[in-house]
C-alpha cells in the first residue's frame, strides 16, 4: 500500500503509543516526534505532471497519515483542505487510522453527508478501556467504511457488542520494536471467534516481535511478523462481503 502524510509529529495518547514507531524513527535521528508540522508531500493525491495528468494514479488505496494522526488538534488548519484533494481524488481509496475519533467531526467538509465512499475509517483500540471509549463514538460517526483495528492488541477484547454491518473488518496484530509488550495468541482466536460470530470479517495482520502461544514465547523478527501470521490461516472473510 501507498502512504501519504500531509503532516508529520504526534503526541502520544494512550497505552497503544508507548512504543510508537514514528517517535522511535524520529529519536533516532534526533528529531522531536512532538512537532506537528505539514510535510512537503501536503498535496500529494493532486499534484500534477506537465501534460496536466495526476502523477498518482488512481485506482490504488493509499495508507493516510501514518507519521501522525489525521484529528490531532496542530492540524484543524490544515484538514479541510486534506479533505478537498480526498474529495478531488474519488478514484483513490484513502485509509486513515486514528486514536482520536472524539475529534472526527472537527473540520469535516460540508459535503461529507454520510461519508465519502472512497474513505476508510480505522479506529485503533489496544485493550477493552479504549473499545469502549471509543467505539461508540465511532459507530455513531458518519462513515461509510470503517474497520477497527485492534493492533498493538495488549489484552483480550470483548469487541460482540460492537460488532455488526456497520463495520467493514476487524484487523488485529502485535506490537514490533525492541520493547514490544508480546501479542497472545489466545486474544487473536477469540477476536476471531467474535467475528465470525458476528458475520464480520477478520484479519490477522501480524504477530509482532513477542508472540505467545501454547504456554512459549517466540522472538520474531521484523521481516516475518506479517508472513507467520498469514500461516497461522486464521483470516476470515464473509462471502459476498467487503
Not at 24 to 43: H, I, L
Not at 113 to 126: A, K, P, S, W
Not at 133 to 155: K, N, Q, Y
Amino acid at each position: 500500500m501507498n502512504a501519504w502524510n500531509p503532516w508529520h509529529g504526534c503526541h502520544k495518547t494512550s497505552p497503544g503509543c508507548a512504543n510508537c514507531y514514528m517517535h522511535r524513527r524520529d529519536q533516532s535521528v534526533g528529531r522531536d516526534p512532538e512537532v506537528v508540522y505539514k510535510t512537503q508531500a501536503f498535496d500529494l493525491p493532486v499534484k500534477k505532471d506537465r501534460s496536466g495528468e495526476y502523477k498518482l494514479a488512481g485506482g490504488r488505496e493509499l495508507f493516510t497519515c501514518g507519521t501522525s494522526d489525521f484529528f490531532l488538534p496542530e492540524a484543524d488548519g490544515w484538514r479541510r483542505e486534506a479533505w478537498e484533494f480526498i474529495r478531488l481524488r474519488a478514484d483513490i481509496k484513502f485509509l486513515i487510522i486514528t486514536k482520536r475519533i472524539h475529534r472526527f467531526m472537527v473540520s469535516l467538509p460540508d459535503d461529507w453527508g454520510e461519508g465519502y465512499d472512497n474513505v476508510c475509517i480505522g479506529c485503533t483500540v489496544e485493550n477493552q478501556q479504549y473499545a469502549d471509549e471509543r467505539l461508540p463514538l465511532f459507530l455513531s460517526a458518519p462513515i461509510a467504511h470503517r474497520v477497527i483495528i485492534c493492533e498493538p492488541l495488549l489484552e483480550g477484547i470483548e469487541l460482540s457488542r460492537y460488532l455488526g454491518p456497520g463495520v467493514d473488518e476487524v484487523v488485529a496484530g502485535g506490537e514490533s520494536g525492541m520493547d514490544a509488550r508480546p501479542c497472545d495468541y489466545r486474544w487473536v482466536l477469540d477476536l476471531r471467534e467474535q467475528c465470525v460470530a458476528s458475520g464480520v470479517p477478520f484479519w490477522f495482520k501480524q504477530t509482532g516481535r513477542y508472540f505467545l502461544k501454547d504456554g512459549r514465547r517466540y522472538t520474531i523478527l521484523k521481516k516475518l511478523q506479517h508472513s507467520q501470521a498469514r500461516k497461522a490461516g486464521i483470516n476470515y472473510s464473509v462471502q459476498g462481503g467487503p
